[in-house]
């Protein structure tokens, strides 16, 4: 069976690069949110998944529902599928909370947020693993930093050491990960999380988790071929 994980439709804040991590926001998928959702009709096994998941988020909860069809299994709700809390950084510009992250350490929370970085992407990892729980196929429908970090993991090259920015992760564009490989990519992630905690311990702040070069935070190209050009140049994190 397969595990297909995939970032909701945009909205109007997203496009704005806007960063909502609190669920209670109302934030729905805008008009282009509605349209982006053919992609997966024409990307996901729709007629034989047997358990849809998605975040607390409108956004990720509206996109499984207009996938999934009616009439629908029960869509189940993972909070572990949220996308980070942003804390004070809520609703503002995603540069402001890069430039925040670029200057502290992916092990510390932002102000007002209950988690860090690397708290929040092992809370998500955490959530897609027991995805194994359910019967397959299954679809997660989650946020960007997730998605971004799988389809990063999927990219890397041997050593690469887990970035402090990714590329941003493209809309309604399932990553579809294999039954038997799931247990080991988020294991493999999930030390590579290790390894950027004990960094971040050894060089106590500072400028740490660059690319794997070490150069300047990644201001990376496409994550996927579909991606529109207004998506490029923005770090992602
Ligand atoms: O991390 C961000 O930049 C935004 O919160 C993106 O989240 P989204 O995938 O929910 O749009």
Same mark, same amino acid.
């Given at each position: 069976?397969? %595990? ?24 729905? @998928? ?6 982006? @959702? ?5 990307? @996901? ?5 047997? %358990? ?36 004070? *950084? ?18 510390e929370r932002p102000p007002a947020s209950a ?41 890397? %090259? ?7 920015? *990714? ?17 080991? *990519? ?16 050894? %060089? ?34």
């Amino acid at each position: 069976m397969t %595990t297909h994980v995939l970032r909701h439709g945009p909205t109007d804040y997203s496009r704005r690069y806007l960063v909502n991590g609190d669920p209670a926001r109302p934030i729905h @998928l805008n008009e282009d949110g509605r349209q982006a @959702l053919t992609r997966g009709w024409s990307s @996901l096994p729709l007629h034989s998944v047997r %358990t849809w998941m998605a975040s607390e988020f409108p956004r990720a909860q509206q996109t499984a529902n207009l996938l999934m069809g009616v009439p629908g299994p029960e869509l189940i709700i993972d909070p572990r599928l949220n996308e980070l809390d942003y804390g004070d *950084f809520e609703g503002g510009p995603f540069l402001d909370y890069a430039a925040w992250l670029d200057e502290h350490r992916a092990d510390e929370r932002p102000p007002a947020s209950a988690e860090s970085q690397i708290e929040g992407i092992r809370r998500m990892l955490t959530g897609v693993l027991a995805a194994l729980d359910h019967p397959g196929p299954r679809v997660l429908v989650a946020h960007g930093l997730l998605v971004s970090v799988l389809l990063w993991h999927r990219a890397r %090259t041997p050593d690469q050491a887990m970035p402090l920015f *990714f590329p941003e992760a493209p809309y309604v564009e399932p990553i579809a990960i294999p039954d038997e490989e799931l247990p080991e *990519f988020i294991g493999t992630l999930m030390n590579d999380l290790e390894g950027a905690e004990r960094r971040a311990a050894d %060089t106590n702040g500072g400028r740490i988790f660059r690319n794997g070069n070490d150069s300047a935070v990644a201001t990376v190209d496409s994550a996927s071929p579909s991606h529109s050009q207004d998506q490029k140049d923005l770090p992602h994190a």
